[in-house]
């Protein structure tokens, strides 16, 4: 079974940087496109980052444009987000999941990993 597991989430100040893995175990991820989501408390999950199974495709909510970057190493079975310029609003955990192509339904999600920003 494919297994999804977040990392590098932790406490950081408004302005600061983390930067976000996703890793898979089982079967290999890297014919598949990965998004990044986020859930704050109270509030609906939302899409943060997509990237397409070659790398060579990227798309991202308007909110964190110019902020965060979506990458991959297929050799680690690894896709990195990048967050830079974090602000209080980014705050939430942050999930990743695999999709058979850019804009398809995601099959397996990860647990998740807490980002929170400080003011």
């Known amino acids: 079974q494919v297994q999804l597991v977040e990392s590098g989430g932790g406490l950081v100040q408004a302005g600061g940087s983390l930067r976000l893995s996703c890793a898979a175990s089982g079967r290999t991820i890297s014919l598949y496109a990965v998004g990044w989501f986020r859930q704050a408390p109270g509030k609906e999950r939302e899409f943060v980052a997509a990237i397409s199974w070659s790398g060579g495709s990227t798309d991202y909510a308007d909110s964190v444009k110019g902020r965060f970057t979506i990458s991959r190493d297929n050799a680690k079975n690894t896709v990195y987000l990048q967050m830079n310029s974090l602000k209080p609003e980014d705050t939430a955990v942050y999930y990743c999941?695999?999709?058979?192509?850019?804009?398809?339904?995601?099959?397996?999600w990860g647990q998740g990993t807490q980002v929170t920003v400080s003011s």
């Open positions: 999941a695999r999709s058979p192509g850019m804009g398809a339904s995601y099959d397996y």
